[in-house]
């Protein structure tokens, strides 16, 4: 019977990584192909293997749609492990980058740097790590330093993230060019960018996510509770200290080159744990593979919705974050995990 048990439960694992896979797989398919300007599968493919790089639809493969569908990727991907962490780090389901102002910080960083000192853009996803380290440290200091519920810690991040949008319409209204498209900066979008602007960003998350799986098992062992980790022999404080400073990494990173992109980190997380549990390996790697494909095909949706106008992907984002938002919100009121 136990061999049993076992056989399906390792055939749905496959069974589930490897649709989870696909999925993503097709999503990234369907952001090259399909836009504005319908293009056939043989076009796509030429274009990628560099077998035609002079046509229209060569261009706009390569210097248009690869890198949006690369930077939807990569920051659904960042958003939600960034998420993830976060809400194991302070125990808060309700908890996530653009819930608590990581993702604010960020954005108010990059905002004072670009209207200070144009010049220095280039290092925008290092800027904004630093913005979202101070959003994650302030909300993190707030719950331990005082013993915040976890409604508290929640509003207290919307408190601070609204400060931190005041602070980046001042920046913005005192330097209008702060920030150029500052609507899509606002909102979330991919609109202009491009594999240089990404590359930077595009590091700085590959880095994180290396260090982030290597402590997966000290996220399992504090997601046990504080006293329990630290009875099994866990450096609580430590191991919390480079945690923040992985999500505010993350989080930072994919706010240089996306904007404030909402909710991501709110419902992959929660997404994936009910799909595969607590375990900490396998929620960041299924949040990387399930940020992607999601923030993929919302992007998607916001090119082909009502083309040939785009939304910002962040639009589609909010109108499904927020009813997410609210039914945990009531969970949570009600004494329901």
């Known amino acids: 019977m136990s061999s049993l048990r076992i056989f399906f439960t390792r055939r749905s694992d496959r069974f589930f990584w490897g649709g989870l896979c696909i999925l993503t797989l097709m999503a990234a398919v369907l952001s090259l192909g399909i836009g504005s ?48 962490i976060i809400q194991t780090v302070l125990d808060n389901p309700l908890a996530s980058p653009s819930v608590i102002g990581v993702n604010s910080g960020a954005g108010l960083a990059v905002a004072l740097v670009c209207a200070a000192a144009p010049s220095a853009q280039q290092y925008t996803p290092l800027v904004a790590f630093g913005g979202a380290l101070a959003g994650v440290f302030l909300v993190a200091g707030l719950s331990r330093r005082t013993g915040a519920s976890r409604m508290t810690v929640i509003l207290a991040g919307v408190a601070i993230s609204a400060l931190f949008g005041a602070g ?13 498209g500052v609507t899509d900066f606002r909102i979330g979008g991919f609109t202009g960018v491009t594999m240089a602007r990404l590359a930077p960003a595009a590091g700085l998350i590959a880095v994180s ?28 404080g430590p191991v919390r200290f480079v945690l923040l400073v992985l999500a505010a990494a993350l ?38 593979l399930g940020g992607a494909f999601f923030v993929a095909v919302c992007d998607l949706l916001a090119r082909v919705l009502f ?25 949570q009121r009600g004494g329901r995990k």
């Open 37 to 84: 300007v319908k293009l056939k599968p043989g076009e796509v493919l030429a274009a990628l293997t560099g077998r035609d790089t002079a046509s229209t639809a060569a261009r706009i493969v390569l210097y248009s749609r690869l890198p949006r569908t690369c930077a939807a990727m990569l920051a659904g991907a960042a958003l939600a492990v960034s998420g993830a």
């Open 307 to 331: 083309s040939p106008f785009e939304l910002p992907v962040g639009i589609i984002l909010a109108f499904a974050g927020a009813p997410f938002f609210l039914w945990l919100l009531f969970q």
């Open 251 to 288: 989080a930072g990173a994919a706010v240089s080159f996306c904007g404030l992109m909402g909710f991501v980190g709110l419902i992959v997380p929660h997404t994936m744990r009910r799909l595969r549990g607590d375990g900490s390996l396998s929620l960041i790697v299924s949040s990387v």
């Open 168 to 180: 980046i319409d001042t920046a913005v209204t005192l330097v209008p060019d702060a920030l150029g």
């Open 209 to 236: 996510m290396g260090v982030t799986l290597s402590l997966s098992q000290q996220m399992d062992i504090l997601a046990l509770g504080s006293d329990t980790a630290r009875s099994l022999g866990l450096s609580v």
